[in-house]
């Protein structure tokens, strides 16, 4: 429960700077019809409404509930899987410029099924090295579609 | 005339190329579909990068086989490891999981697979005959019914489908927000930007839909499976499939046919409703098909009835819900939406006037559908086994491949790292947002019909010159105005009276 009103406040902050962005924006149009910022001020407005009732109702929630003692399943290690994950994915999006989507691609499978799935090495790279050809065979040839190669084009 | 258009468009079929793609969309959307907690919306939205380099109508075929091949794929995981792979699938845990324990897991599926085929039948036949009804009907359509009709499409689906109808209207602004992105379609000048350069020609749909589904499958399996090793439960071991009694016989379907036609209409009708869907249509099967057993005990035990009712439903409501999508351009679910954003990229023009001047096309993917439907009859009857047994080789590579998939789905629409990177931080959005069960189809849904929402709204107003009355006073947007009130006042008055279903009443 608490996690989920960390999430919430986020969320308002989130839609919040949404709001400040509709406020750069007209209103109303001088002939009186509505301009580009009419929808999204409206709109963010309501969101912030309805997610401010959501947090009202956590709190009342976690008030009434007495606090139950969440089974743990080492959570640290997931999440440090899913981080894992997300950086592993931010860092392919860095590297495809360079060494193209085919090897990164291969790469991204290689390091996350052996930290995230914890496989062998060898497994892990026989699965990549093939679903990486697969990619590139059904990209090239299947669908006449160029991949980027980076230094190797 | 309908059946002549039918037949035209069969005739375009009639090409290796277009049936090798429905098959492959047939086969890819089973796996997809078969995979646990990807669902069709997911599937449609993975495998939607596919399309782009086919022409239109190979592409068109191809989406409509992934649509019923994920569909069917779901009801894999149910039966056989009572993992549904989405809501829809749920139901078919009830009895088709006992039937595995029981050791019918071949007979469970080639039941289900019979049973969506004829249900997928009835559907298609209901899509023929009346689309060109409905597309007549809205014809009359003008500005003001368009926003009434959309934004009951929305608050239907925010609402009747999950718990709390608080969390989907959150996840429906979300939608809209993400809409308004961009250039502004009537004044055009950009908003939302934040300065992003790569913003300013909006958020493309399949960046949202494989962010907010793909991405967050994986990060919700991994938790998942490091969960499930912390229990050190292995509920998801291989069982083997006996080959004995893998098809029912006549007799058997004989027995089940009312169950199949009942659901077949159940699934069909709901289905052409915007937010009601498969879901609530295999809910509604079950429970007649329960009403009217003379043995209602044995239901949640491996009944046949139980099972086949709710299975016709399901795929009988696809034909309903591309109803409205292919007469009035407006889906009704999270995987309509993208098949919507899926037309309009292919270069139609949904909306009444789409089978008028697309007809060729849309006609030889309504025959696409029966097409796909007969192949997923083959495929799900011959390679049943088959099937799971490649589900499960898959399995432990599972998280990193969906990851890579969605990588690379969504680089090559536009060639654009920056489109990963907006799919990634979506991702990571989603996975709290279903973390903490938000619904996540209204924000698909309201991405695209969101444009089309705010520019009849304001087209409307430019009409009665901001008398906002324009939307009370004629006659079709005041019922769907009425409808909308009611959709959100529904909730209030099924707690004053007490009405909501106990959950028990499915239980087995």
């Known amino acids: 429960m608490k996690k989920e009103l960390i999430f919430a406040m986020f969320f308002f902050l989130f839609i919040f700077l949404f709001f400040l962005q509709s406020m750069t924006l007209p209103f109303m149009l001088p002939n009186g019809l509505l301009a580009s910022g009419f929808f999204p001020r409206i709109l963010t407005v309501l969101i912030l409404l309805l997610t401010l009732c959501y947090i009202v109702s956590l709190i009342r929630k976690m008030k009434k509930e007495k606090p139950v003692q969440e089974k743990k399943v080492n959570p640290r290690s997931i999440v440090s899987k899913q981080l894992f994950l997300v950086v592993a994915m931010a860092l392919a999006i860095f590297l495809g410029e360079y060494l193209g989507v085919t090897v990164t691609t291969g790469l991204f499978l290689l390091v996350t099924l052996v930290f995230i799935e914890k496989l062998s090495w060898l497994r892990s790279a026989i699965f990549s090295i093939s679903t990486s050809v697969s990619i590139y065979l059904i990209f090239e040839f299947a669908l006449n579609l160029n991949l980027p190669k980076g230094i190797f084009g | ?508």
Not at chain 2, 43 to 60: I, K, M, N, Q, R
Not at chain 2, 104 to 129: D, E, P, R, T
Not at chain 2, 137 to 163: K, R
């Open chain 2, 1 to 508: 005339m309908e059946l002549q258009f039918l037949m035209e468009g069969f005739v375009s079929l009639l090409n290796p190329q277009v049936i090798m793609w429905c098959l492959v969309g047939v086969t890819l959307g089973t796996l997809v579909g078969a995979l646990p907690g990807l669902g069709p919306t997911a599937g449609v939205a993975l495998l939607l990068p596919l399309c782009f380099s086919l022409d239109t109508l190979e592409a068109l075929v191809l989406l409509m086989g992934i649509y019923q091949g994920t569909m069917y794929g779901g009801r894999m995981s149910s039966i056989l490891v009572n993992v549904p792979g989405e809501a829809s699938a749920v139901v078919t845990a009830f009895d088709g999981y006992p039937m595995t324990k029981k050791g019918k897991a071949g007979y469970a599926l080639a039941l289900s697979a019979i049973a969506s085929f004829i249900g997928g039948m009835i559907g298609f036949m209901g899509l023929v005959f009346l689309t060109p009804l409905v597309a007549d009907w809205a014809l009359i359509f003008s500005s003001p019914e368009y926003f009434a009709l959309i934004l009951f499409a929305l608050l239907a689906t925010s609402g009747l489908g999950d718990q709390s109808l608080l969390k989907g209207l959150i996840a429906m602004g979300l939608g809209l927000l993400l809409s308004m992105v961009g250039m502004d379609a009537i004044q055009g000048s950009q908003r939302l930007t934040f300065g992003l350069l790569g913003l300013w020609d909006g958020i493309e749909l399949v960046v949202v839909a494989v962010g907010i589904f793909g991405i967050s499958e994986v990060l919700v399996n991994i938790e998942s499976k490091g969960k499930r090793s912390g229990d050190g439960d292995s509920s998801d071991i291989a069982r083997k499939i006996p080959f004995k009694e893998l098809f029912p016989t006549i007799k058997q379907i004989i027995s089940n046919g009312w169950s199949i036609v009942r659901g077949a209409l159940t699934g069909f009708f709901v289905g052409t409703l915007p937010g009601a869907g498969a879901t609530v249509a295999t809910f509604l099967s079950y429970s007649t098909e329960k009403k009217l057993s003379k043995t209602p005990e044995q239901f949640g035990k491996g009944k046949d009835q139980g099972l086949s009712g709710p299975e016709s439903a399901n795929n009988a409501s696809i034909g309903g819900a591309l109803i409205p999508l292919f007469s009035m351009g407006i889906p009704g679910s999270g995987t309509g939406a993208i098949l919507l954003g899926a037309l309009i990229m292919l270069g139609l023009q949904p909306g009444p006037l789409m089978i008028e001047k697309s007809g060729d096309i849309i006609w030889a993917t309504i025959a696409g559908l029966m097409l796909a439907n007969v192949l997923l009859l083959i495929l799900n009857t011959a390679f049943v086994p088959g099937f799971a047994w490649l589900i499960e080789v898959v399995k432990p590579y599972l998280a990193p491949l969906i990851a890579a998939l969605c990588f690379i789905g969504v680089y090559m629409i536009n060639y654009s790292y920056f489109e990963v990177g907006l799919m990634l931080l979506l991702g990571v959005l989603g996975y709290f947002l279903k973390k903490f069960h938000f619904p996540l189809a209204p924000i698909v849904l309201a991405l695209v019909l969101g444009g089309m929402l705010e520019t009849n709204y304001r087209q409307s107003l430019l009409l009665s010159h901001n008398d906002f009355s324009i939307f009370f006073t004629r006659p079709i947007a005041l019922v769907f105005m009425l409808l909308t009130i009611f959709v959100l006042i529904f909730p209030i008055i099924k707690k004053v009276f007490k009405i909501e279903k106990k959950q028990n009443d499915l239980t087995y």
